[in-house]
T-cell receptor, first 114, second 113 residues
Framework: AQSVSQHNHHVILSEAASLELGCNYS??????LFWYVQYPGQHLQLLLK??????LVKGIKGFEAEFIKSKFSFNLRKPSVQWSDTAEYFC????????????FGSGTRLSIRP | DAGVTQSPTHLIKTRGQQVTLRCSPK?????VSWYQQALGQGPQFIFQ???????QRGNFPDRFSGHQFPNYSSELNVNALLLGDSALYLC????????????FGPGTRLTVT
């Protein structure tokens, strides 16, 4: 079955701490991988994406993610978080080379203490 | 460049009623997908429309139906509403022969009482 697992339901960090959010997927075949963010009161926005090539991808606002094919993982990282990073983060997967349905994880709520 | 727009923003309905939600895709996009996001959960895929046809469908009952118009805009219809249909309904648009990214609208918050 196709699925995405996010290991942490709620993460609380202080400003300037480093962040790593875990994501594993189960999907038959080659995939597109995404991280989306949902800031309070705002709509879902794309943080970064991986389609092919360099497995280390950089996104907006200093976020990056690494695709490790052997581990079916796509973890999100940021060296130093800010209060404005408080949001819900969703890892997602879709079939490679298509705009087909996206399968989302259940999300990780990130709270940053000022 | 207009992004994805959805209407209405909020809606309150009673069990058993029917509802129609609307979506206008991002300019230049030809494919529309609908997702349901229950509170505290990730979005779940309902169906996708391309060339006015339903192309893919998720694990949702036939009470959920849709339509795509020649201008690529789309409607989601839900019949015989249940309390469990209360959720944020998201529309996403993409370009069939493009970058495979889906752009999401702000959603319609449906509350069923």
């Amino acid at each position: 079955a196709q699925s995405v697992s996010q290991h942490n339901h709620h993460v609380i960090l202080s400003e300037a701490a480093s962040l790593e959010l875990g994501c594993n997927y189960s999907y038959g075949g080659t995939v597109n991988l995404f991280w989306y963010v949902q800031y309070p009161g705002q709509h879902l926005q794309l943080l970064l994406k991986y389609f092919s090539g360099d497995p280390l991808v950089k996104g907006i606002k200093g976020f990056e993610a690494e695709f490790i094919k052997s581990k079916f993982s796509f973890n999100l990282r940021k060296p130093s978080v800010q209060w404005s990073d408080t949001a819900e983060y969703f890892c997602a997967v879709s079939r490679y080379s298509s705009a087909s349905k996206i399968i989302f994880g259940s999300g990780t709520r990130l709270s940053i203490r000022p | 460049d207009a992004g994805v727009t959805q209407s209405p923003t909020h809606l309150i309905k009673t069990r058993g009623q029917q509802v129609t939600l609307r979506c206008s895709p991002k300019s230049g996009h030809d494919t529309v997908s609908w997702y349901q996001q229950a509170l505290g959960q990730g979005p779940q895929f309902i169906f996708q429309y391309y060339e006015e046809e339903e192309r893919q469908r998720g694990n949702f009952p036939d009470r959920f139906s849709g339509h795509q118009f020649p201008n690529y805009s789309s409607e989601l219809n839900v019949n015989a509403l249940l309390l469990g249909d209360s959720a944020l309904y998201l529309c996403a648009s993409s370009l069939e022969h493009g970058s495979y990214e889906q752009y999401f609208g702000p959603g319609t918050r449906l509350t069923v009482t």
